[in-house]
């Protein structure tokens, strides 16, 4: 018998017509059912703490103090002194909310300064703020995009990508993930048919921990004159020099068009960002209605943000650090088997095909201590499952230990680390 709520999620999916009230019925049946034993994933909170361990739990169930590995704090930051007094004396200052839109006056001083720190940060001459980094990434994209351009997107990019390319309703194409021999046949059939082309990638994708291979990317702009919009969420704070990012790493940033990153990993806070060098600002901030009708985040979030981004990008320790973690558990789980994917950033995925295994590994992971959430389809493809960590500053080397110890005792009970039987 087939076990959890993602195998459902598959098989219900597969169909071509579904009842809706049944369809609804038959998961929360089921969640409920899960939820009573603790075995249901998705509604859990850490308590007091988001740190590399906190209590863990849901409204259901007494908190256990668990390992935290799902958390994008991967500077550590969110508890650092230093920026917790900036994130007090701002809502001492400006109270606790925005109020309203940027539009409408939303802004203080503390969002200008932000603006005006990844100008030059990021060697850009615009900048924009919005409400979190998945609607940076809906205005973006749904605002940019006009009637007769086209938009060639990664298959693996971010749902925020994804549905800002729905929201545009404008023409789409996919290429297949990382590849750069697909992207230029895309390239190929779309040239000539089209005002604007823009390809959109990540420098770091969020379920694989892939590497975008920007360079190839690059090389392929120049001969093919496309507009190149890259999300940095998961690069922003720790790759670069001070920082700056994957493109910058690379040598690259100049080449990238619209760079948008997020303020809710590396900054421990919440907003998003786009920068850009042509004068698009007043376009956007006129046609954008994720920009027009929400609130902007809060003085205090502005106030994390800014102590964040003076802290990583003056201290490269945070960044050195946190890639020597990754380094460390990547080796020690590859030791042992797993099947890590092509990953190489501090999001490293444990790939389990067979849902039944993935969804067992998991709770029984989280009855030993281990906090990490399955990534299953619609996320992912069906046969694509898999469990995320997400390697933190906050991690020590003991962490590390004590999880792929448990990890590698799970696996052999599962027979899930013998990497050729999953890839």
């Not at 059912?33 to 739990?57: A, M, P, Q, W």
């Not at 200008?112 to 900048?127: D, Q």
């Not at 390319?165 to 048919?193: A, P, V, Y």
């Amino acid at each position: 018998m087939k076990f959890g709520i993602g195998y459902t999620f598959v098989q219900e999916f597969k169909k071509k017509h579904y009842d809706l009230k049944k369809f609804g019925n038959a998961f929360e049946k089921e969640r409920m059912l899960l939820e009573e034993t603790d075995l249901y994933c998705y509604d859990r909170f850490i308590e007091h703490s988001s740190d590399s361990k906190g209590n863990v739990g849901n409204s259901l169930n007494e908190l256990k103090t668990k390992y935290i590995w799902c958390t994008n704090h991967y500077l550590g930051l969110n508890k650092h002194p230093e920026i917790i007094n900036k994130t007090i004396e701002a809502t001492n200052k400006y109270g606790t909310g925005s109020g309203t839109s940027a539009m409408s006056g939303g802004r203080c001083r503390l969002h200008i300064e932000i603006e005006n720190f990844l100008k030059a940060y990021l060697s850009k001459s615009e900048a924009i703020l919005f409400p979190t980094g998945y609607t940076t990434n809906l205005g973006m994209i749904s605002t940019i995009v006009q009637k007769n351009d086209v938009i060639i997107s990664d298959s693996e990019n971010h749902a925020s990508i994804m549905d800002g390319i729905k929201l545009s309703g404008k023409n789409s194409l996919m290429f297949k993930h990382n590849d750069i021999q697909s992207l230029e046949n895309q390239l190929i059939k779309t040239k000539d048919k089209y005002k604007n082309k823009f390809v959109m990638v990540e420098s770091a994708y969020s379920m694989s921990g892939d590497i975008a291979p920007l360079k190839k990317i690059i090389e392929l702009r120049k001969k093919y004159n496309f507009f190149l919009y890259l999300d940095e969420a998961h690069t922003f704070g720790f790759y670069g020099k001070e920082g700056r990012g994957l493109a910058s790493e690379l040598g690259v940033l100049d080449e990238i068009d619209f760079m948008t990153g997020t303020f809710s990993k590396s900054c421990a806070s919440i907003g998003g960002f786009c920068v850009f060098n042509e004068k698009f600002r007043t376009f956007i901030t006129l046609r954008s209605s994720n920009y027009l009708f929400q609130a902007t985040f809060p003085p205090s979030a502005a106030a994390t943000i800014l102590a964040a981004m003076k802290l990583f990008s003056s201290n490269s320790q945070y960044a050195t650090s946190l890639h020597k973690k990754n380094n460390y558990m990547r080796k020690e789980l590859l030791k042992h088997g797993f099947c890590l994917g092509n990953s190489l950033s501090p999001i490293i995925p444990i790939f389990i095909s067979d849902i039944d295994k993935l969804t067992k590994f998991e709770n029984e992971m989280y009855q030993k201590g281990i906090f990490a959430v399955s990534i299953i389809y619609p996320a992912v493809r069906p046969d694509e499952g898999r469990i995320r960590f997400i390697v933190t500053n906050s991690h020590t080397y003991e962490d590390i230990d004590k999880t792929v110890k448990i990890l590698n005792q799970l696996a052999i009970k599962y027979k899930i680390n013998d990497c050729n039987q999953i890839a």
